[in-house]
C-alpha cells in the first residue's frame, strides 16, 4: 500500500483556516480606513488610528499564550478552537455597530477568540504530522496549511470592496463574522480525523500550576500594563504601547523560567526557539505595516484610478469607488509640502479622503465630475495573491533541494525570509523617489513588485517558524511554544503600529522606508550569527 503524502485532516483545517483569514483580513483590510473615515466612521488621525490598530492586532497575537496553556492543560484544542471561532464571528459582526464602546467591545472578543483559536490550530496540524508516515512532510504541510490561509486573505477584500461600496462599512464587518462562522461548521465537520492528535498534556513536576501562572504571570502582566499606562510621560509613542510593552514583561520572564526550569535535554531546543522568537519580532514589526502604513500609502499615493476599458466590468462587481471632485476648485488647488492650500487654510495630510491632493492639475475631473477608482483595501490582496501563486513554487523548489539533500534547515530558511523582505524595503523607497516623495501618484506596479519580494521572505519564514516550533517543542509544551511564537508575533505586530505612528514626521518618506530595511537587515545578521549553534540544536532534536 503507498503512503499518503498528508494527513486526512489537512483539508479540514485548511478550509477552517482559510474561512478563519476570510473574516480576519477583511476586518483589518478596512479597519484603519473606517477609523479615520469622516463621514461614517470616526475621525482618526494616521497616528490615532495607528496606535489603536498597532495595539489591537498585538492583543490579536498575544491572548495565543492564554489559549495555548489553557487548551494543553484544561479544555484541549479542539474545544478551544470551536470556542474562539464563535467569539470572534460575534466580534466581527458586532462591529457594524457604529459606537465606540461597541468598537472596543467587539475587538476584546477578537482578541480573545483569536487566543482560542490560532495556537491550537497550528498545533493540531503539527500534531498530525508526528506520524512516522508524515513527519518528512511537515514543512510541506505546513506551507499548504498557509496557503489555505492566504486564500481567504486574497478572496476576503473583494467581498469587503462591494459591501462596503453597495451597503457601507457594517455590510462588510457582518460579512467577516459569516466567514468566521463557516470557518467553524468546517471545523466541527472534520472533527473525525483530527480527534485522536487532541490530546490533553500530563503536568510534569518542572511545570508550573495553572493558577500559579495567573496569579505570578497574568495578574502582574495586568498591573505592569497599568503601570506603563499611567506613567506620566509616554516612553514609547503612547500611553496604549507603554501599556502593552510593560504588560508583556511578565510574560517574557516566565519564558525564561520556563528555559531555566526545564530539564538538561530540553534546554537546548527551548533556548533555540526563544532565540528565533526574539529575531523575528523584526520581521513582524515590517511586515503588519500593511494595513497600516501600506494601506496609507495604496489609499492616497498610488494611482487607483480604474482605465476605460474595464470599468464596466468593476461597477457590475460592485467594486468602484466613486470619489467626487466638487469640494475642490481646480484654480485654488495648490500642492505645497504635501500639504493642501485652500485659500488661506492648511490641510494637514492626514486629512481623509485625500486621494486628490497629488495629482496633476491636468488630471483632475471637471467640477461635479468623479473619478472611479479601485477600493483602497483591494491592494491587500496583493500579499495574499503572491502567497497563493508562489507557495506551489516554493514547494516544489524546497522539495527539488531535498531530493538533492541540499534542503536549508528551517533555521537557515527563516535567516533566508529576514533578508529577502529586508529588499522589498527598498522597492519601496524606489516607490518614493518615483513619485516625487509623493508629489505625485506612484504606478502600482512599485506596490505589488514590492509586496511580490515581502511574500517570497514572508513564505521562507512565517510557515517555517509554525514547523519549527512543532518540530522542537517538547510535546507537553507544544501549545505553549505556540504562544510564545505568537507572542513574537503580537511584541512585533505593536512595534509596527509605533513605526506607523512616525510617518507623519517622516518628511522625506524614503527615511522611513531606509529605517525599516536596516531593522530587518540587523535582525538578519543577528540569526546568521546563531545559525551554526541553531542548526546543530536542530539537527539534534528535530
Same mark, same amino acid.
Given at each position: ?15 477552517? &483556516? ?180 487532541? *490530546? ?78 526574539? *529575531? ?24 487607483? &484610478? ?147 519580494? *515581502? ?16 518540530? =522542537? ?51 538578519? =545578521? ?17
Amino acid at each position: 500500500m503507498s503512503q499518503r503524502k498528508h494527513p486526512k485532516a489537512l483539508p479540514f483545517l485548511f478550509f477552517s &483556516e482559510m474561512w478563519e483569514r476570510f473574516g480576519y483580513y477583511l476586518m483589518i483590510g478596512i479597519f484603519t480606513l473606517y477609523l479615520k473615515d469622516t463621514a461614517d466612521g470616526f475621525s482618526m488621525t494616521e497616528a490615532e488610528a495607528s496606535d489603536l490598530y498597532g495595539t489591537f492586532i498585538a492583543l490579536v497575537f498575544l491572548t495565543p499564550f492564554i489559549g495555548g496553556l489553557l487548551a494543553d492543560r484544561v479544555f484541549g484544542y479542539r474545544k478551544s478552537i470551536i470556542f474562539g471561532g464563535i467569539m470572534m464571528g460575534i466580534g466581527y459582526c458586532l462591529m457594524s455597530v457604529h459606537d465606540i464602546n461597541m468598537l472596543y467591545l467587539s475587538m476584546l472578543l477578537v482578541i480573545l477568540g483569536n487566543g482560542f483559536f490560532k495556537p491550537n490550530i497550528s498545533t493540531l496540524l503539527g500534531n498530525l504530522y508526528n506520524d512516522e508516515e508524515y513527519k518528512s512532510r511537515k514543512d510541506s504541510g505546513y506551507s499548504i496549511f498557509y496557503m489555505g490561509i492566504n486564500i481567504g486573505a486574497f478572496v476576503c477584500n473583494f467581498f469587503g470592496a462591494a459591501l462596503y461600496n453597495m451597503m457601507g462599512w457594517d455590510a462588510a464587518f457582518i460579512a467577516a463574522g459569516i466567514g468566521m462562522f463557516i470557518g467553524v461548521i468546517i471545523f466541527i465537520i472534520g472533527t473525525k480525523h483530527y480527534k485522536h492528535a487532541d *490530546v490533553i498534556k500530563q503536568m510534569s513536576k518542572e511545570d508550573m500550576p495553572l493558577m500559579k501562572i495567573f496569579a505570578v504571570v497574568l495578574l502582574p502582566s495586568i498591573a505592569f500594563g497599568l503601570i506603563g499606562y499611567f506613567l506620566p510621560q509616554p516612553l514609547v509613542g503612547s500611553h496604549s504601547t507603554d501599556a502593552f510593552l510593560f504588560g508583556c514583561i511578565p510574560i517574557i520572564f516566565f519564558y525564561g523560567r520556563l528555559l531555566y526550569k526545564s530539564p538538561p535535554e530540553e534546554k537546548k531546543p527551548i533556548a533555540a526557539m526563544l532565540a528565533i522568537f526574539a *529575531v523575528v519580532i523584526a520581521f513582524w514589526a515590517v511586515f503588519k505595516q500593511n494595513g497600516s502604513t501600506l494601506n496609507t500609502w495604496a489609499d492616497r499615493y498610488t494611482d487607483r &484610478e480604474i482605465p476605460e476599458m474595464i470599468v464596466p466590468m468593476m461597477s457590475s462587481l460592485q467594486l468602484v469607488e466613486k470619489k467626487e471632485k466638487s469640494t475642490y476648485v481646480k484654480d485654488s488647488f495648490v500642492v505645497m509640502d504635501n500639504q493642501f492650500r485652500i485659500g488661506d487654510k492648511n490641510l494637514m495630510e492626514y486629512t481623509y479622503p485625500s486621494y486628490f491632493k497629488n495629482m496633476a492639475p491636468e488630471r483632475l475631473p471637471a467640477e461635479g465630475e468623479s473619478l472611479n477608482l479601485y477600493n483602497t483595501n483591494l491592494f491587500q490582496s496583493v500579499n495574499p495573491f503572491w502567497v497563493v501563486m508562489l507557495t506551489p513554487l516554493l514547494v516544489a523548489f524546497f522539495s527539488f533541494l531535498r531530493r538533492k539533500g541540499k534542503e536549508p534547515t528551517t533555521p537557515e530558511k527563516i535567516a533566508y525570509g529576514l533578508v529577502i523582505s529586508a529588499l522589498s524595503c527598498l522597492v519601496m523607497v524606489g516607490a518614493v523617489y518615483a513619485s516625487q516623495n509623493g508629489g505625485i501618484k506612484s504606478s502600482p506596479w512599485w506596490f505589488i513588485s514590492s509586496y511580490a519580494v *515581502v511574500t517570497i521572505g514572508e513564505l521562507f519564514l512565517s510557515p517555517m517558524g509554525l514547523s519549527l516550533v512543532s518540530k =522542537l517543542s517538547p510535546p507537553r509544551l507544544t501549545a505553549l511554544m505556540m504562544g510564545g511564537w505568537f507572542l513574537a508575533t503580537s511584541i512585533g505586530n505593536k512595534l509596527s503600529g509605533v513605526l506607523s505612528s512616525l510617518w507623519d514626521g517622516y518628511g522625506d518618506k524614503a527615511n522611513f522606508f531606509w529605517v525599516n530595511f536596516a531593522l530587518l537587515g540587523a535582525a538578519a =545578521l543577528l540569526l546568521v550569527f546563531m545559525l551554526k549553534w541553531l542548526n546543530k540544536i536542530f539537527k539534534q532534536y528535530a
